[in-house]
C-alpha cells in the first residue's frame, strides 16, 4: 500500500498540472459518478491526509449538482451559484494517478484500470484502479477523512496527539497500532517496519509496553517527511537499489547492524519484517 510520503507526492504531481485549471472535459468510469460532468468547473487545490487524495474544486455558477444532473421528474435541477466540492480517491494497494500533456499517450497502466479522466487545456489526468472515488462538498470533507489520527505531513501533525491515541490501546501490539490511520495518519508497512527497527522494538510489542511512543512518533514524521519530493523511498540514505532499508523487503537477508538474518512473519492482516536480535520480545 503506498505511503503517506507517496501519496503526498501525487497530490504534489496533480497540484503542479491542474491548480487553477479550468477542466474542459471529465470521464468518470465509475458507476457512483457515472455521468458526471465536471466540463468548466476550476480545480483549486490538491491535497492529501494520510493516505486519501482531496483534489478540490469550484463548480461555475449555474452549475448542476455532482451527480444530480436532474430532477427525479426530469426537468433540471436547481443550480448551485459556484460552490467548491471535493474528488476524493484512495490509491490502496494499487491505485495510481498520472499526468500527461494533451495528446500525449497514456501509457502508465492497462486502459481498462483507468477510473477516471480530468482534462484541461495544458494537462490531462488520468486516475488508474482507484478506490472509494466520491464527490463531496468540500465543507463534508469530514465524513471522509475526519476519522483520521494527525497526518505525518501535514499541517495538523501533532506529535501528543498521535501518542495519546496509540496510548489508549495498551494491549495492542505497536506494529498493528502504527498501520492504524485512526492513531496517526499515514504510516505503511515499509515505515512500520522500519521505525521500530531503528527504534530497537519488536512489532509485537503492546504499546503500553513501549518505552518511548513519542520518539517513535516523532522518528516516523522524521522519515515520511524525509522522503517528500522523491518517489525512491530510503530510510538508511541510500538511494541505491538494495540499499534503502533496515529490514523492509529483506527477508533472510543479513542485519545490517548485526548479521543475523532478517525474518518475515505476518502480523495482523499484514506481514512484518524485523531483526530478532535487534529488536527482541518485550519484558
Given at each position: 500500500?503506498?505511503?503517506?510520503?507517496?501519496?503526498?507526492?501525487?497530490?504534489r504531481?496533480?497540484?503542479?498540472a491542474l491548480?487553477?485549471?479550468?477542466?474542459?472535459?471529465?470521464?468518470?468510469?465509475?458507476?457512483?459518478?457515472?455521468?458526471?460532468?465536471?466540463?468548466?468547473?476550476?480545480?483549486?487545490?490538491s491535497?492529501?491526509?494520510?493516505?486519501?487524495?482531496?483534489?478540490?474544486?469550484?463548480?461555475?455558477?449555474?452549475?448542476?449538482?455532482?451527480?444530480?444532473?436532474?430532477?427525479?421528474?426530469?426537468?433540471?435541477a436547481?443550480?448551485d451559484?459556484?460552490?467548491r466540492?471535493?474528488?476524493?480517491?484512495?490509491?490502496?494497494?494499487?491505485?495510481?494517478?498520472?499526468?500527461?500533456?494533451?495528446?500525449?499517450?497514456?501509457?502508465?497502466?492497462?486502459?481498462?484500470?483507468?477510473?477516471?479522466?480530468?482534462?484541461s487545456?495544458?494537462?490531462?489526468?488520468?486516475?488508474?484502479?482507484?478506490?472509494?472515488?466520491?464527490?463531496?462538498p468540500?465543507?463534508a470533507?469530514?465524513?471522509?477523512?475526519?476519522?483520521?489520527?494527525?497526518?505525518?505531513?501535514?499541517p495538523?501533525?501533532?506529535p501528543?496527539e498521535?501518542?495519546r491515541?496509540?496510548?489508549a490501546?495498551?494491549?495492542?501490539?505497536?506494529?498493528?497500532?502504527?498501520?492504524?490511520?485512526?492513531?496517526?495518519?499515514?504510516i505503511?508497512?515499509?515505515?512500520?517496519?522500519?521505525?521500530?527497527?531503528?527504534?530497537?522494538?519488536s512489532?509485537?510489542?503492546?504499546?503500553?509496553?513501549?518505552?518511548?511512543?513519542?520518539?517513535?512518533?516523532?522518528l516516523?514524521?522524521?522519515l515520511l517527511?524525509a522522503?517528500?519530493?522523491?518517489?525512491?523511498?530510503?530510510?538508511?540514505?541510500?538511494?541505491h537499489?538494495?540499499?534503502?532499508?533496515?529490514?523492509?523487503?529483506r527477508r533472510?537477508?543479513?542485519?545490517?547492524?548485526c548479521?543475523?538474518?532478517?525474518?518475515?512473519?505476518?502480523?495482523?492482516?499484514?506481514?512484518?519484517?524485523?531483526?530478532?536480535?535487534?529488536?527482541?520480545?518485550?519484558?
Amino acid at each position: 500500500m503506498p505511503e503517506g510520503d507517496t501519496v503526498w507526492n501525487t497530490a504534489r504531481v496533480l497540484q503542479r498540472a491542474l491548480a487553477d485549471a479550468r477542466l474542459t472535459g471529465s470521464d468518470f468510469r465509475v458507476p457512483q459518478l457515472a455521468g458526471t460532468d465536471l466540463t468548466g468547473w476550476t480545480v483549486r487545490e490538491s491535497a492529501s491526509r494520510g493516505k486519501h487524495l482531496l483534489l478540490r474544486l469550484e463548480s461555475p455558477p449555474g452549475a448542476s449538482a455532482p451527480g444530480h444532473p436532474s430532477a427525479a421528474d426530469g426537468s433540471p435541477a436547481e443550480p448551485d451559484t459556484g460552490t467548491r466540492w471535493t474528488l476524493h480517491s484512495h490509491l490502496r494497494m494499487d491505485g495510481a494517478w498520472r499526468a500527461y500533456a494533451p495528446g500525449e499517450r497514456w501509457a502508465a497502466r492497462p486502459a481498462h484500470l483507468i477510473r477516471v479522466v480530468l482534462r484541461s487545456p495544458h494537462a490531462v489526468a488520468v486516475g488508474y484502479h482507484l478506490h472509494d472515488l466520491a464527490l463531496v462538498p468540500t465543507a463534508a470533507e469530514g465524513h471522509l477523512v475526519g476519522h483520521l489520527g494527525p497526518d505525518l505531513l501535514g499541517p495538523d501533525w501533532d506529535p501528543a496527539e498521535a501518542v495519546r491515541r496509540l496510548a489508549a490501546h495498551p494491549d495492542t501490539t505497536i506494529g498493528e497500532a502504527l498501520l492504524d490511520q485512526r492513531n496517526l495518519a499515514g504510516i505503511g508497512n515499509l515505515y512500520k517496519c522500519e521505525v521500530l527497527f531503528l527504534r530497537g522494538v519488536s512489532p509485537w510489542t503492546p504499546v503500553g509496553a513501549v518505552p518511548d511512543l513519542a520518539g517513535t512518533v516523532t522518528l516516523a514524521q522524521r522519515l515520511l517527511a524525509a522522503n517528500r519530493g522523491r518517489w525512491t523511498q530510503s530510510t538508511t540514505g541510500a538511494l541505491h537499489r538494495g540499499q534503502t532499508s533496515y529490514v523492509y523487503g529483506r527477508r533472510a537477508q543479513p542485519c545490517r547492524r548485526c548479521g543475523t538474518a532478517i525474518r518475515k512473519e505476518e502480523l495482523g492482516e499484514r506481514v512484518t519484517y524485523w531483526c530478532p536480535v535487534c529488536q527482541p520480545p518485550s519484558q
